[in-house]
Nanobody, 116 residues
């Protein structure tokens, strides 16, 4: 059983930058895919970005060109670099890990608030 713990959330001004981290209690090397999702008040959770074990990345159109996802297998940590955030990026951000077999893992979430 792997636990995921997000950190790095907080209040940031629009146009600033913020980096989220997701620390895993065990090795992340075997995870096929790791990603970030977010949920704004009154809305459904939505996909933000993912990175595969091979290092391929994919982004939601709404964050493409502004956010960068990366993983450090040696540190068992997933990152989300948020550049030029917008007020509409305000949400609770969740870390997700998809193993080869078995159920996916979720973190508890970290709040990101972008002020205009």
């Amino acid at each position: 059983q792997v636990q995921l713990v997000e950190s790095g959330g907080g209040l940031v001004q629009a146009g600033g930058s913020l980096r989220l981290s997701c620390a895993a209690s065990g090795s992340i090397f075997s995870f096929n895919r790791m990603g970030w999702y977010r949920q704004a008040p009154g809305k459904q959770r939505e996909y933000v970005a993912f990175v595969t074990r091979a290092g391929s990345t994919n982004y939601a159109e709404s964050v493409k060109g502004r956010f960068t996802i990366s993983r450090d297998n040696a540190m068992n940590t997933l990152y989300l670099q948020m550049n030029s955030p917008k007020p509409e990026d305000t949400a609770v951000y969740y870390c997700n890990a998809l193993p080869v077999l078995g159920a996916e893992y979720w973190g508890q979430g970290t709040q990101v608030t972008v002020s205009s």
